[in-house]
């Protein structure tokens, strides 16, 4: 047997070089490049091997661990995870920081392969720079850490093991029902020792990803379920995306009059046009997709993981005699609401599963159910877009939310209709911060409503450009306000929820579709969180555009506390107030002139006709924009007919408070209970 004698890090990175993947079209290349921050426990090992002999591996410089691989988590999402990024991060704080970004992979069912540097597998050194040391066990580093957060994890103590270390790597990152991070530790002496490495080791490997086909059992089983129901309900989960099943979910649902609701891993698999999307469902989702899901009595997943707020905390599905069928390529999530499980691809389960409803002549026997509902929520959008500020007149001794809500936030802050100047503007969220409002209005010399700014970006972006966010109040407008006209142009992490995925998403973006503009969507609490890959995209020249919403707060969680009875604390940026609370004057920021430094092309916008420009301006920059648009708290769009369940105090001396916990009680009595 030929052999090649390589470190350690050689051998990864010429491992690494060869691999392929192969979907049904052809082999292309798997890996595409490597995320680097370097330090001293990676730079002369792994440093060396990339300086030396990268081979096509194109290497990235990351300015902040955890942004470079949330950015390496994006560029796997937006290509349907048939391409990865792998990321390399010093010993001690520079792995710490990825692991909120492994997390965030991992939730989500994306491949990325992690490499950070360890301590000493000799120990000789101990403790070295930045190494952790526990007295009870000193094999226990940082990156123990990762075990949690990862799919597979390894660390290499000797440089033959290697081999199996990344063969069972390749395994997992391919693996289209159980991906995530992989991690693979690597002590920074052990990446430079060598070893005679079989050549055969480093031959071109083809990884063959062939579709799960569902059994001919369980697709005559889900038919007969089908069969014996009246209105069922598709959800599009992220699944059909990874499987290119968008044409067979739309021919599908056409073909039985089955409506779908979307999450927000699925949304934009089909044009939010076509007659049978409902749009977004659940607690972020729309009055459309959530009242045809009341009364559905099928609830049919196609490659979605029910989460709590898709389902509503298990409660929107309130039909008696609701049951559920499952399409999923995990057999873990296919099981889950005790449903049909239908182990499979999505397409091909789509596929075989409409034969076999074609030989039953099955239609569903909606009427004018789907169209009506549509209508309704059109109309309902058309008003959230023109929602405007008009000032506050005279005083309020509290608030109301808009149609339905309004006597709901009423009842749990105590507060008479009668209280309310019928001229006053009522936010969408109102009841909390009303007469706040202008304080707001004169800090942030703004009049914009976020619902509008959503509408009026959804009008001007291209159709064919791609959107990205991630937490706070905006995947909530998103997913009931964004209309998609072409598919796969809607990128939202809320698998894991993590702030700060957008900007350094926007890139790994960029990286993965080049010729496309591309839009980060992000709260100013977000961005102040990372927003260090900004940087790289200038250094690339891969142009993005923030789109920074600035209402000065975590406005997402300012609602939560509120609604659930608690007074504003510590979710609004202001300065401490005499009485040594955070209850001064409102902090105000020039998130523009903060980017203008770093060399981004910047625009401000606090009027409907500035934000216009702006947008066109920036899709004529040459370079990465960011359009900083201060917008007014409450503004964002209230719930639509889902309860989420949280965690509300069973013990307060606050009445409003045991209001709520009164709520969640009878709530959780409708909700199912597994």
Same mark, same amino acid.
């Given at each position: 047997?030929?052999?090649?004698?390589?470190?350690?890090?050689?051998?990864?990175? $010429?491992?690494?070089?060869?691999?392929?993947?192969?979907?049904?079209?052809?082999?292309?290349?798997? &890996?595409?490049?490597?995320?680097?921050?370097?330090?001293?426990?990676?730079?002369?090992?792994?440093?060396?091997? *990339?300086?030396?002999?990268?081979?096509?591996?194109?290497?990235?410089?990351?300015?902040?661990?955890?942004?470079?691989?949330?950015?390496?988590?994006?560029?796997?999402?937006?290509?349907?995870?048939?391409?990865?990024?792998?990321?390399?991060?010093? /010993?001690?704080?520079?792995?710490?920081?990825?692991?909120?970004?492994?997390?965030?992979?991992?939730?989500?069912?994306?491949?990325?392969?992690?490499?950070?540097?360890?301590?000493?597998?000799?120990?000789?050194?101990?403790?070295? *720079?930045?190494?952790?040391?526990?007295?009870?066990?000193?094999?226990?580093?940082?990156? @123990?850490?990762?075990? %949690?957060? #990862?799919?597979?994890?390894?660390?290499?103590?000797?440089?033959?093991?290697?081999?199996?270390?990344?063969?069972?790597?390749?395994? /997992?990152?391919?693996?289209?029902?159980?991906?995530?991070?992989?991690?693979?530790? *690597?002590?920074?002496?052990?990446?430079?020792?060598?070893?005679?490495?079989?050549?055969?080791? !480093?031959?071109?490997?083809?990884?063959? /990803?062939?579709?799960?086909?569902?059994?001919?059992?369980?697709?005559?089983?889900?038919?007969?379920?089908?069969?014996?129901?009246?209105?069922?309900?598709?959800?599009?989960?992220?699944?059909?995306?990874?499987?290119?099943?968008?044409?067979?979910?739309?021919?599908?649902?056409?073909?039985?009059?089955?409506?779908?609701?979307?999450?927000?891993?699925?949304?934009?698999?089909?044009?939010?046009?076509?007659?049978?999307? *409902?749009?977004?469902?659940?607690?972020?989702?729309?009055?459309?997709?959530?009242?045809?899901?009341?009364?559905?009595?099928?609830?049919?997943?196609?490659?979605?993981? !029910?989460?709590? !707020?898709?389902?509503?905390?298990?409660?929107?599905?309130?039909?008696?005699?609701?049951?559920?069928?499952?399409?999923?390529?995990?057999?873990?999530?296919?099981?889950?609401? @005790?449903?049909?499980?239908?182990?499979?691809?999505?397409?091909?389960?789509? $596929?075989?599963? #409409?034969?076999?409803?074609?030989?039953?002549?099955?239609?569903?026997?909606?009427?004018?159910?789907?169209?009506?509902?549509?209508?309704?929520?059109?109309?309902?959008?058309?008003?959230?877009?023109?929602?405007?500020?008009?000032?506050?007149?005279?005083?309020?001794?509290?608030?109301?939310?808009?149609?339905?809500?309004?006597?709901?936030?009423?009842?749990?802050?105590?507060?008479?209709?009668?209280?309310?100047?019928?001229?006053?503007?009522?936010?969408? &969220?109102?009841?909390?911060?009303?007469?706040?409002?202008?304080?707001?209005?004169?800090? +942030?010399?703004?009049?914009?409503?976020?619902?509008?700014?959503?509408?009026?970006?959804?009008?001007?972006?291209?159709? @064919?450009?791609?959107?990205?966010? %991630?937490?706070?109040? +905006?995947?909530?407008?998103?997913?009931?306000?964004?209309?998609?006209?072409?598919? @796969?142009?809607?990128?939202?992490?809320?698998?894991? #929820?993590?702030?700060?995925?957008? /900007?350094?998403?926007?890139?790994?973006?960029?990286?993965?579709?080049?010729?496309?503009?591309?839009?980060?969507?992000?709260?100013?609490? #977000?961005?102040?969180?990372?927003?260090?890959?900004?940087?790289?995209?200038?250094?690339?020249?891969?142009?993005?555009?923030?789109?920074?919403?600035?209402?000065?707060?975590?406005?997402?969680?300012?609602?939560?506390?509120?609604?659930?009875?608690?007074?504003?604390?510590?979710?609004?940026?202001?300065?401490?107030?005499?009485?040594?609370?955070?209850?001064?004057?409102?902090?105000?920021?020039?998130?523009?002139?903060?980017?203008?430094?770093?060399?981004?092309?910047? !625009?401000?916008?606090?009027?409907?006709?500035?934000?216009?420009?702006?947008?066109?301006?920036?899709?004529?920059?040459?370079?990465?924009?960011?359009?900083? &648009?201060?917008?007014?708290?409450?503004?964002?769009?209230?719930?639509?007919?889902?309860?989420?369940?949280?965690?509300?105090?069973?013990?307060?001396?606050?009445?409003?408070?045991?209001?709520?916990?009164?709520?969640?009680?009878?709530?959780?009595?409708?909700?199912?209970?597994?």
């Amino acid at each position: 047997m030929e052999r090649i004698r390589l470190t350690t890090s050689q051998a990864l990175v $010429k491992f690494l070089d060869q691999q392929y993947v192969d979907f049904g079209s052809g082999p292309e290349r798997f &890996i595409h490049g490597i995320f680097t921050v370097f330090g001293h426990g990676n730079v002369l090992g792994l440093g060396q091997a *990339l300086q030396e002999a990268p081979g096509g591996l194109t290497v990235y410089q990351g300015r902040n661990e955890q942004g470079m691989v949330h950015a390496a988590t994006a560029f796997a999402k937006q290509s349907r995870r048939r391409r990865i990024m792998a990321c390399t991060a010093s /010993v001690g704080p520079g792995s710490a920081n990825m692991l909120t970004a492994a997390a965030t992979a991992t939730a989500n069912q994306i491949p990325v392969l992690l490499l950070p540097g360890d301590t000493f597998a000799t120990r000789q050194p101990d403790p070295v *720079l930045q190494q952790m040391e526990h007295t009870y066990n000193l094999s226990i580093t940082v990156n @123990d850490a990762f075990k %949690a957060v #990862s799919k597979y994890w390894d660390r290499i103590y000797r440089p033959e093991q290697l081999m199996t270390a990344l063969l069972n790597a390749m395994r /997992v990152l391919t693996d289209q029902a159980d991906t995530g991070a992989v991690t693979i530790a *690597l002590p920074q002496d052990v990446q430079g020792e060598a070893w005679d490495y079989p050549l055969e080791f !480093f031959k071109r490997r083809i990884h063959r /990803v062939a579709p799960r086909l569902p059994r001919p059992d369980e697709i005559a089983a889900a038919a007969d379920l089908i069969a014996g129901k009246q209105r069922p309900l598709l959800i599009c989960g992220g699944g059909v995306r990874y499987s290119d099943a968008g044409a067979e979910l739309r021919a599908f649902a056409e073909k039985f009059a089955i409506p779908f609701g979307e999450t927000q891993a699925g949304k934009s698999a089909v044009a939010s046009s076509f007659a049978y999307n *409902l749009g977004g469902i659940g607690v972020t989702g729309n009055g459309c997709a959530n009242t045809l899901a009341q009364a559905a009595d099928l609830v049919i997943g196609v490659g979605t993981r !029910f989460t709590d !707020f898709t389902t509503g905390s298990k409660s929107l599905f309130a039909h008696p005699e609701a049951e559920f069928l499952t399409l999923n390529a995990s057999p873990y999530h296919a099981a889950k609401l @005790d449903a049909l499980a239908v182990v499979c691809d999505a397409a091909e389960g789509l $596929k075989a599963l #409409s034969a076999a409803l074609e030989e039953r002549g099955y239609r569903s026997a909606y009427t004018d159910e789907i169209t009506e509902a549509k209508k309704a929520w059109a109309a309902e959008r058309t008003r959230l877009a023109s929602v405007e500020y008009t000032g506050i007149k005279g005083s309020l001794k509290a608030g109301g939310a808009k149609d339905g809500g309004v006597k709901e936030a009423d009842a749990l802050n105590g507060v008479k209709e009668a209280d309310r100047p019928a001229d006053s503007f009522v936010p969408e &969220i109102a009841g909390h911060l009303d007469e706040r409002l202008p304080e707001y209005a004169e800090a +942030l010399n703004t009049s914009l409503a976020q619902t509008q700014v959503l509408a009026i970006l959804n009008e001007y972006i291209p159709e @064919d450009a791609i959107v990205i966010g %991630a937490a706070g109040s +905006l995947p909530g407008d998103m997913q009931r306000i964004w209309n998609s006209a072409v598919p @796969d142009t809607y990128h939202m992490e809320y698998g894991f #929820s993590c702030m700060g995925y957008e /900007v350094a998403g926007a890139l790994g973006i960029k990286l993965a579709e080049p010729e496309r503009e591309v839009y980060a969507l992000v709260g100013d609490g #977000s961005y102040q969180m990372l927003h260090s890959e900004l940087v790289t995209s200038l250094q690339e020249n891969k142009k993005i555009n923030v789109i920074l919403l600035d209402n000065a707060g975590f406005g997402c969680i300012n609602n939560l506390q509120m609604e659930q009875g608690l007074d504003s604390m510590a979710t609004e940026f202001r300065h401490r107030g005499q009485d040594g609370q955070l209850s001064g004057g409102l902090m105000v920021i020039d998130y523009a002139a903060s980017a203008a430094g770093y060399g981004v092309k910047t !625009f401000r916008a606090a009027t409907v006709e500035e934000l216009r420009n702006a947008l066109a301006e920036a899709r004529r920059a040459e370079r990465s924009t960011l359009i900083d &648009i201060k917008v007014l708290p409450k503004t964002m769009t209230h719930g639509y007919g889902a309860w989420w369940h949280v965690g509300v105090p069973e013990v307060s001396g606050s009445e409003a408070v045991q209001t709520a916990y009164g709520q969640k009680k009878g709530q959780l009595e409708k909700a199912r209970s597994y």
